[in-house]
């Protein structure tokens, strides 16, 4: 199942820069193993925000928030899921 996903990130001003150092370096050893494995087709950066958009694919809601909730800057994000269905007028690739 494919869903787009909008992730915006708050991490604190006045977090430690070693924990913050550390953190986004877990969260780029995390989703570059997800996308290696296939589950994390696009992810992008929203021009001028620290935020992205991203298309994950995944078996189903359970493996999604597994994924999701295994994110190192789970707790520093606001996630914002939309479940994409097939659209009738699409090509076939
Ligand atoms: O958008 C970000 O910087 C947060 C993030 C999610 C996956 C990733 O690699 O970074």
Known sequence: MLYHIRMDVN???????????DLLAREKEYSQKQQR??????????????????????????????????LPLFAYMDIEVTPLAGHPNKIAD
């Open 11 to 21: 991490l604190p001003p006045d977090l430690d820069p070693e924990v913050r150092a």
């Open 37 to 70: 494995e296939g589950r994390w087709p696009h992810l992008w950066r929203v021009a001028g925000e620290y935020a992205n958009i991203s298309v994950v694919d995944v078996a189903d809601h359970d493996e999604l928030h597994a994924m999701l909730s295994g």
